[in-house]
T-cell receptor, first 113, second 114 residues
Framework: NAGVTQTPKFRVLKTGQSMTLLCAQD?????MYWYRQDPGMGLRLIHY???????AKGEVPDGYNVSRLKKQNFLLGLESAAPSQTSVYFC????????????FGPGTRLTVT | GNSVTQMEGPVTLSEEAFLTINCTYT??????LFWYVQYPGEGLQLLLK?????DKGSNKGFEATYRKETTSFHLEKGSVQVSDSAVYFC?????????????FGTGTRLLVSP
């Protein structure tokens, strides 16, 4: 049972390049999330999904797109990377409304130059 | 919407010292409250939680009590260890939200020296 995994762990992009971050969970969770973590700002929700085939915007969605074609995977895309997207990205998942606990992946450190 | 405010760090302590990290919340109703911990190079993991007023969450020697009258959920530990060095996040979720959305504080870094 691997929990939540993220690929890649590190990446350096040039401005304007595109990339996709992959999140996978093996806990059969319904809900999945993408956050970004920046110094002094805590975690901010980018996009989330309440089930396979659904996605919705969080508080900082601009410049990102997501897809959830399979229940276990949640992809975060950057179509045209900008230096402001330099951050650490975390994926998380949870089963439902009762426990409140979200399970986090180890993070992807992205640098855009 | 709901929000949490936690003390800025870093908090620097010697081993076996007493720890308090303050967290206050602003919310409609009585939301669940959480403390998450992030060890270096890792993702966040749930440390403890409380779902109603006067509840005390506890884990690994850490405790926090949900205090409605002061809208607080301060994290405490009686004797910290070097291995407790990490970033601690207070979080809340709303009542009657349609999905599991958490709102995090900015995090407090704890540094424990031998």
């Amino acid at each position: 049972n691997a929990g939540v995994t993220q690929t890649p762990k590190f990446r350096v992009l040039k401005t304007g390049q595109s990339m996709t971050l992959l999140c996978a969970q093996d806990m059969n969770h319904e809900y999945m999330y993408w956050y970004r973590q920046d110094p002094g700002m805590g975690l901010r929700l980018i996009h989330y999904s309440v089930g396979e085939g659904t996605t919705a915007k969080g508080e900082v969605p601009d410049g990102y797109n997501v897809s959830r074609l399979k229940k276990q995977n949640f992809l975060l895309g950057l179509e045209s990377a900008a230096p402001s997207q330099t951050s650490v990205y975390f994926c998380a998942s949870t089963q439902g409304l009762s426990s409140g606990e979200q399970y986090f992946g180890p993070g992807t450190r992205l640098t855009v130059t | 919407g709901n929000s949490v405010t936690q003390m800025e760090g870093p908090v620097t302590l010697s081993e076996e010292a007493f720890l308090t990290i303050n967290c206050t919340y602003t919310a409609t109703g009585y939301p669940s409250l959480f403390w998450y911990v992030q060890y270096p190079g890792e993702g966040l993991q749930l440390l403890l939680k409380a779902t109603k007023a006067d509840d005390k969450g506890s884990n690994k020697g850490f405790e926090a009590t949900y205090r409605k009258e002061t809208t607080s959920f301060h994290l405490e530990k009686g004797s910290v260890q070097v291995s407790d060095s990490a970033v601690y996040f207070c979080a809340t979720r709303g009542v009657n939200t349609g999905f599991q959305k958490l709102v995090f504080g900015t995090g407090t870094r704890l540094l424990v020296s031998p």
